[in-house]
Structures are given as C-alpha cells and as structure tokens.
C-alpha cells in the first residue's frame, strides 16, 4: 500500500467522522504527501485536529470546511488531489424517512458533485463507500446509496478521455461506529439499564474499522473502474448479540422490544441473485462486476483467474454466528472497540 498512497494527495469526505477518521489513522502509515478532510461540521474538524493535528503539525492533514451539495467548494477542495474517498452521507435511517428530499441533496445529489469535481480535476481514483442497504433497497437511505452506486459506475463510461476510476464499496454495520448498536447495547449492560430491542430476529453483517479501512484500499488497489467491492462477513442475530455481551460483562439486563423502526428489514442483502451472476470471489472479499462492462474493451485482469460465485445471494440471515462462536468473536474484538466505550 506504500507505493500506491505514497507522496499522494487523498480526499475524504465525511473525514470527520467515525470511518473518516478510521481512514485517516492507516493513510498516515504510508507517506501520503497530504490528507484532506472535507466535512460541514466545525466542531468535529477540531476534534479531529485534536486527535491527529498536533502530530502531524507539519502539513500533513489539512482541514476543509464544505459540504458536497456545495459543488464548487468540492471542486476548489479537491484541486491537486490524487484520490478520493467519499464517505459524506445523512446515514440515520429512521430520520431520514421523513426527510427525503435533504437526503436527494447529499447523498445523490452530493456523488453527482463529487463525480464531477473528480473529473474536473483529474482524479486517479474515486471510491464511493456503499452499503449493504443499497443492495434490494427497502428505505429511503438504501436507495439513495443505490442511486449512488450507479452514479460511480455509470462515470466510468461516460468520461471521456479522463483517467479517473470509479469504484464502490459495501459492507455492512462497523463496529462502534456513529449509530451501530454495538456501542449503544454494551454501554446498557455496562449500565445495568433496560435494552431496547427492535426484532431478535433480526439479522446484520458486521466488519471493524480496520477491515472497512481495508476494503477502500483493496479497491484503490486493484479497481478498473465500474466494480462493487463486497468482503466476506460474520452476521449475527441481534438477540445472540445480546446474550453473548451479557455473558461477557457477566450481567443479566432486561430486554424490551420495541419494534422495527420505519425502514429497516429482517435480513440485509449484500449481494441479490441478480448481482450473483456477476460477482466473482477474489480472496477476502466477493467482486461485483458492473453491467455496463460486456459493452466496452474493459478487461478485470485481476479477476481472470477467480470463479464466479455460486450461490444465489450473500444474506445476513444465512449463517449468523452464535453461542462460543459469537462469545470468541466479540472478545477478540473487545480489547479494541469495546472497551473504549
């Protein structure tokens, strides 16, 4: 990874935030020549600064306060920039149901700025971070992100001469990022209060930061441009969920069941049985080839010698994990992600 973000200019946008500033720890790694976060929030940018600046003083992270509906202040901020990680998004999927039109302006509207100030600049590389709502999409946020994966791959195919690449990524629930339910069920039991719970039946996929982090750079890495990188991950049932950090904590909280919240589903989809018959597995991860692609010279050389998959869609509800298995899984996570809570 050295020699692909070394003396590199990178974008993140949402770098504010819980991904951005997960990206932020591993790019300082590799030499880039800059990292810029692009994020509308103030208050956030100092406590990023708070966290990283004072470290890297000599210039390395830089501080752009903009918000990506603002086309131009996109485009000056993404002037010299090699690479671009768009991470900037309204995510709160309950909220957003009855905000429909704000989310058009950021997470559609605010891609279709990014593509265009990519191009305008000349950007190697873009990549769009997605989510396993796009796929099958039921709510209002799902959608938008689909639309937004169709944006990154159709630009692949109508940008002229330029050399950007577009490539999406999508994954599920990070661990003790803003709004997974990690965090917020482990500070409950640690507190001895109540745990609200929507459906046990519910099912989700989740990933570290690390391996979210990860999943970016394997697509900058090996992306041609149009493709839908997708990892292979643990899901479990949000009532095993429970159970398993309560025996942790050894504690024994109540449980009360709230409801779904408008929008959500049962089992997620990261990949539907029409994306299937595209999707080819490479390594850690499944590749989702684009559509668009048997129509052009495009070939995904680092493909030729993986085997497309051979089941008809990769659901949270499939295998979730339980038991010793979800015990083992969460302590070897706990040392890292829950005990900062």
Known sequence: MKKIFKNKTILITGGTGFLGQSIIKELTKYNPKSIRIFSRDEFKHQKVHEKFGFKFSGGLIRHFIGDVRDYERLKKAMKGCDIAIHAAALKRIDMIEYNVEEVIKTNIQGTLNLVNAALENNLENVIFISTDKACSPVNTYGASKFIGERIITESNFNKGKSKTIFCSVRYGNVMNSTGSVLPLFTKKIKNDEIIPLTDGKMTRFLISPLGAVNLIFKAIKYGKGGEVFVPK?????????????????????????????????????????SEAEKTFEFEDTFVIT??????????YDYLKKSKKVIFEEYSSGDHPIKGIELDEFLLNAKKSIFDKN
Do not use: C
Request: no cysteine; net charge positive.
């Open 290 to 299: 684009s559509q668009i692609e048997k129509y052009q010279d495009k070939i």
């Open 233 to 273: 991950l643990t899901s479990v049932r949000m009532d095993e969920l429970i159970y398993s950090l309560k025996r942790i904590y050894g504690k024994n909280n109540k449980i009360q069941i709230v409801g779904a919240r408008p929008g959500e589903k049962i089992h997620e989809l990261m990949i539907n049985n």
